[in-house]
């Protein structure tokens, strides 16, 4: 083995990149470069009808989004296929693997005689020492492992502990199917010791699979990696995270407006914890991260603390930064709100002096799009109902201030603060009674950035126009 560290991320195409393996993922990477060793990534895309090119390159562009970058080249599984069969007979050189001619019939018979007594439903070892002239003509075999039948397999997890399975529970698992194709177990153990893996860190529904594969190592005289099972992700209701949940696919929260560094944050913190600390940047992440702090409980996804948290980092986030992002995400949800694939050169420099004010209330970068919904609204602006409601009652505190606006000399903060106040005075009324009407009028919503920064990025011309619309009622 490599003296270097080295882990994988295997995951299997035949879906996008799942919330979970991406912290998977996340895990790997941080171990291997805490420890100053090699990530690698493994598309395992043996089931070909269900995996497709789409889902590959969801998988790779997810992983990049996140700042995970892997080393080395791709390995694909299924490309293997050859390598994997070659290990298969070199078990059956060895005498540590067979042919097995029983039949689906006899297999299934096999399986209700034994549920029928109550047995486990396992292979019982037919042709484990029968000579393959015995097999009925037509028969296509598998190869299956000759398991010990005595003793025990054992894993020293660095998250579940010391792991024991009794050889006798255990039964002759097939490593190639009868039309020559590896299984599961055969070609990731074969993969795993090629590619140089020397720390498996999955989740710890491939526990049951430990042992198996602990046996193929074993009987080709390979070192078995060490491995680290992590706790599943659940929901809020303590099951196993899935769709009905919300989002499970990390594509799906790119589109949601959230940042990859809070979500890379977000998810490290899922299942693993360095003292009280929760914001992490990625050089403190590498330098703190431990297969022994990662907990045995599965962690439950929390989405409103995961919005927190990327409110955090938007507020962090310089604001061009923050432009470039919600541009980004505008050929998948610009055409719902009015906007094409990317700002014009106007309303780009709007929302960049805009920013500072609109990063302080938003918690995602789709929040932080539809608040700036007055910056690149036409006219005549569409009003929600709380924003017509509060128009209505306003309206005519608002209709004699626009030529106070256009007598202006210079259209700034401190200046439109000085009309607005002015005006509300001349009227005897609280500010909020002008201010309210004319924040309606100018973005469409009751709730905005600063009224007078508002004002401001929209310039004179277009503030007049607004109230002008405003006032025709």
Known sequence: MSSAPVTRFAPSPTGYLHIGGARTALFNWLYSRHTQGKFRLRIEDTDRERSTDEAIDKIMDGLKWLGIQWDDEVVFQFSRAARHREVAQALLAKGAAYYCYATPEELEDMREKAKAAGLPQKYDGRWRDRDPSEAR???????????????????????????????????????????????????????????????????????????????????????????AHIPLIHGADGKKLSKRHGATEVDMYRTMGYLPVALRNYLVRLGWSHGDQEIFSTGEMIAAFDLSAIGRAPARFDFAKLENLNGHYMRLTPDEELVSAVENLLPDIGAGRGLGPAFDAETRQKLLKAMPGLKERAKTLVELLDSAYYLYAPRPLVLDDKAKSVLEKGRENIRGIIGKFTALSQWTVENLEDVVRGHAGELDVKLGQVAQPLRAALTGRTASPGLFDVMEVLGRDETIARLEDACRQ
């Open 137 to 227: 003509p037509g028969i296509k075999p598998v190869i299956r492992l000759k398991h010990p039948l005595t003793g025990e397999t054992v894993i020293d997890d660095a998250v579940q502990g010391r792991v024991t399975w009794q050889n006798k529970d255990l039964d002759d698992f097939v490593l190639l199917r009868s039309d020559g194709t590896p299984t599961f177990m055969l070609a990731v153990v074969v993969d795993d010791h090629d590619m140089g893996v020397t720390q498996i860190i999955r989740g710890d529904d491939h526990l049951t699979n430990a042992a198996r594969q602990a046996q193929i190592y074993e009987a080709m005289g390979w070192e078995i990696p060490r491995m």
